[in-house]
């Protein structure tokens, strides 16, 4: 049984929203078992919204979480590093709008949680296994998940552009190749597309610090962390934006060209396919007949 856990002390650290160019703190404390993850608005007398799928809002360029009094934005690059290091109960608390962009990747909030410490708590964590495959397109977009004995995920992006036809990656994710090879993938986007969001108002807080800029003959910051670090991010965006579901998947995720919009409407349509998972205390299950060094009471329950 792998335990549910939180940090083992309050810790925070400051940057600036990406869409407002604002300063802010983001602070992450630790919470009990079951709690799952909140982030909590402090600069609005503590209003709380649960990092989950009904709180979907504002999903343009980044996943935004709403009610009506008010909402938190860019939050899937910290939900990704969460759910890539198995932190299920937490509080994020924000005196603004946005979570800070960092350096446009999810390593600055590996490091703060690594360097908070994790604590497991005394409670089993749940794990939303799949069962039979499931399929969300939109167009050319698409994305769905397998049935698989671990936490897999293959991505493939193509764009109209000589920098950035094709590039395609699958990671089994476990927390060691989640640090290594996902995490540290910054955020992109292509220069004439800069220009355009700033005409209305939004990336603001973008510059070469916290995001790759493709240009028309070339990256504008080389070198990248990694020669596709481009599909690397999409991995890392479609973990934090699927964790909306509030369980760590057991399953193969499959994304062609999606993005936020299609990432958490699938996540939507996941939770709401009732026979197309089930939820479990230990993400593998034995197949019958084989010896295994697993605890007698998991394999009794793969029968
Ligand atoms: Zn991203």
Not at 43 to 65: C, K, M, N, P, Q
Not at 159 to 165: G, Q, V
Not at 204 to 232: K, M, Q, Y
Request: proline share 6%; aromatic share 6%; hydrophobic share 45%.
């Amino acid at each position: 049984m792998d335990s549910q856990r939180t940090l083992r002390r309050q810790v925070s650290c400051a940057g600036i929203g990406l869409h407002s160019g604002n300063k802010v703190t983001l602070t992450l404390k630790p919470a009990p078992a079951n709690s799952g993850i909140w982030f909590r608005r402090a600069d609005l007398g503590g209003l709380e919204i649960r990092a989950s799928v009904g709180h979907v809002a504002g999903i343009h360029y980044a996943t935004g979480l709403a009610r009506t009094e008010g909402s938190v934005e860019t939050v899937e690059h910290l939900l990704a590093a969460l759910v890539g290091l198995g932190v299920d109960n937490l509080v994020v608390e924000l005196n603004h709008p946005e979570v800070p962009i960092m350096d446009g990747s999810a390593a600055p909030f590996v490091y703060l949680i690594q360097e908070a410490g994790i604590r497991p708590l005394g409670a089993p964590k749940q794990f939303l296994r799949v069962t039979r495959p499931i399929e969300l397109a939109r167009g050319d977009k698409r994305i769905a998940l397998y049935p698989c004995d671990h936490f897999k995920v293959t991505y493939s992006i193509s764009f109209d552009h000589p920098l950035l036809r094709h590039q395609a990656r699958t990671v089994s994710v476990s927390e060691d190749t989640f640090i290594e090879q996902i995490a540290p993938a910054r955020t992109f986007g292509f220069l004439k597309e800069v220009e355009m969001l700033r005409q209305h108002g939004l990336a603001l807080g973008g510059s070469l610090e916290n995001a790759v800029v493709i240009g028309e003959t070339g990256v504008l910051n080389n070198p990248l962390r990694f020669d596709d670090e481009f599909v690397r991010h999409k991995i890392l965006d479609a973990m934090g934006d699927l964790s909306l579901i509030g369980y760590p998947v057991v399953g193969h995720l499959v994304a062609h060209r999606a993005g936020h919009a299609l990432h958490t409407a699938f996540a939507a349509k996941l939770l709401e396919t009732r026979d197309a998972w089930e939820l479990v205390e230990q993400p593998v299950t034995v197949p019958a007949g084989v010896p295994a060094a697993a605890p007698v009471s998991s394999a009794i329950a793969g029968r």
